[in-house]
């Protein structure tokens, strides 16, 4: 398993941006390297959603129909860390921002599934007022 830390999350007016860190604690970056990486939501009284994910080496990109053209996923292997830029904020995107990692070799591409994933991070506050 791997631990993740979210962090960069708070409080922004409608049509600023925020970005998120996930930074991942694991033995080495070539483990990190391995490891396909997403970004799911959950505001108050509804289920968790998939916003973005990232292939292992970063050459495939993921989003959600939601957040398509204003956020942006990649990450860095030699720090370990997956980011996610949040451009263009709406009071609507305001949740809880969960890092995910699959730490285990498969080729589904189901990766809004967040059953895809077997580690989790915290999560981190993102409020966006109108």
């Known amino acids: 398993q791997v631990q993740l830390v979210e962090s960069g999350g708070g409080l922004v007016q409608a049509g600023g941006s925020l970005r998120l860190s996930c930074a991942a604690s694991?033995?080495?970056?070539?483990?990190?390297?391995?490891?396909?990486a997403g970004w799911f939501r959950q505001a108050p009284g509804k289920e968790r959603e998939f916003v973005a994910a990232?292939?292992?080496?970063?050459?495939?990109?993921y989003y959600a129909d939601s957040v398509k053209g204003r956020f942006t996923i990649s990450r860095d292997n030699a720090k370990n860390t997956v980011y996610l830029q949040m451009n263009s904020l709406k009071p609507e995107d305001t949740a809880v921002y969960y890092c995910?990692?699959?730490?285990?070799?498969?080729?589904?591409?189901?990766?809004?599934?967040?059953?895809?994933?077997?580690?989790w991070g915290q999560g981190t506050q993102v409020t966006v007022s109108s």
């Open positions: 995910a990692a699959r730490t285990y070799f498969s080729s589904s591409l189901h990766l809004h599934n967040p059953h895809e994933y077997n580690s």
């Open positions: 694991v033995r080495s970056s070539s483990t990190f390297n391995t490891y396909t």
């Open positions: 990232i292939s292992w080496s970063g050459g495939s990109t």
